[in-house]
């Protein structure tokens, strides 16, 4: 959990299922980075019998080895970290981006 100046928080916990296999990459400063999507549900219309769903990038650092066997297409995980906007250039233009961000332990198997 982040707090911020003034007492402001920043926190997202989320649950859904994965939407591909996750990519790993290491570290610059050891460890692991895993990138994935999850796919969450954001409402469901009785009426319309559809589902609105979202997918959500997700970055976590330092996943455990262990882990990473269980984390296939389709497994539902719970994810407990922070939203984090981001601002880079990519062939001459701006590029905005917006994760969620989680630290080894904010993965869950569910």
């Known amino acids: 959990m982040i707090f911020l100046r003034g007492g402001a928080m920043n926190i997202c916990i989320l649950a ?64 407990v970290g922070v939203v984090r906007s981001s601002r880079f250039e990519r062939n001459d233009a701006v590029v905005y981006s917006t994760d969620v961000v989680a630290n080894k332990g904010g993965i869950k198997l569910m």
């Open 16 to 79: 859904g299922r994965l939407a591909a296999d996750p990519k790993i990459f290491p570290a610059k400063e050891g460890g692991n980075v895993l990138k994935m999507k999850l796919i969450t549900r954001l409402y469901w219309s009785v009426k319309d019998k559809e589902e609105k769903v979202a997918g959500v990038p997700v970055t976590v650092f330092n996943v455990s080895d262990a882990l990473l066997p269980y984390l296939k297409k389709g497994k539902r995980i719970g994810v």
